[in-house]
């Protein structure tokens, strides 16, 4: 079973679950502030794809942290970060059997 990890009202997100039902692709949909995240839910990600693609700096969220925060991340940090606050994550988050995929991406998405 495919999971599909975000905020419902991210743009990104939308797109990814309009592409997945376009093709018929079923998923189960789980909505970070709703339904919370388990430290070991960030952790096996972070073991997949890396902290550093795990973590949205692009965001809102990313651009309001203290600029000392922001200077000292590191994986451990992060990872609280991003208990704490989840819109650090970069989303889509997409769980495939054991894969994860971080964003989304079309043509990533055509071959799983």
Do not use: S
Not at 29 to 41: P, V
């Amino acid at each position: 079973m495919t999971t599909l990890y975000g905020i419902k009202n991210c743009d990104t997100v939308k797109k990814a679950r309009k592409w997945l039902e376009a093709r018929g692709v079923e998923y189960r949909f789980h909505d970070f502030r709703a339904d919370g995240l388990e430290a070991k839910q960030i952790h096996a990600w972070i073991k997949a794809v890396g902290w550093e693609t795990l973590l949205n700096r692009r965001g809102t969220t990313w651009r309001k942290l203290p600029e000392a925060v922001r200077e000292g991340i590191d994986e451990k940090r992060a990872a609280a970060l991003m208990l704490e606050q989840p819109t650090l994550i970069k989303r889509p988050v997409v769980e495939h059997g054991k894969q994860v995929l971080v964003g989304f991406d079309p043509d990533v998405y055509a071959k799983l």
